[in-house]
């Protein structure tokens, strides 16, 4: 399994961006997903996560109302729209893929493939 994030770049506070992170492999709806960042210095942080059939969705407080993760199976993607972006969500951004479970997670042990990440930088 391979996974490539994409959409990162700078954007003024308030814009928007949107994520996307493909997926190499075999039967990525069996697969659920999730999206992490790390801002420099701190830890990955859980962003977000989708169940493998696209139902169930799960974000961190900091973002609810602002994001909303996706995925379309026939693409083998999932993305991560943007908006009313803030400063402090600056950081590298990581897509990941859990295997083997019907639920996403909201910790990064419960994923086992992961993207190379892709820079978000927010500007006041």
């Known amino acids: 399994v391979q996974l490539q994030a994409s959409g990162g770049g700078l954007v003024q506070d308030g814009g928007s961006l949107r994520l996307s992170c493909s997926f190499s492999?075999?039967?990525?709806?069996?697969?659920?997903m999730g999206w992490f960042r790390q801002a420099p210095g701190l830890d990955r942080e859980f962003v977000a996560s989708?169940?493998?059939?696209?139902?169930?969705?799960d974000y961190v407080d900091s973002v609810k109302g602002r994001f909303t993760i996706s995925r379309d199976n026939a693409k083998n993607a999932v993305y991560l729209q943007m908006n009313s972006l803030k400063p402090e969500d600056t950081a590298v951004y990581f897509c990941a893929a859990r295997t083997n479970a019907i639920l996403s997670a909201t910790y990064s042990s419960g994923y086992h493939y992961w993207g190379q990440g892709t820079l978000v930088t927010v500007s006041s």
């Open positions: 989708i169940n493998r059939g696209g139902r169930f969705t």
């Open positions: 492999g075999r039967a990525f709806s069996t697969y659920a």
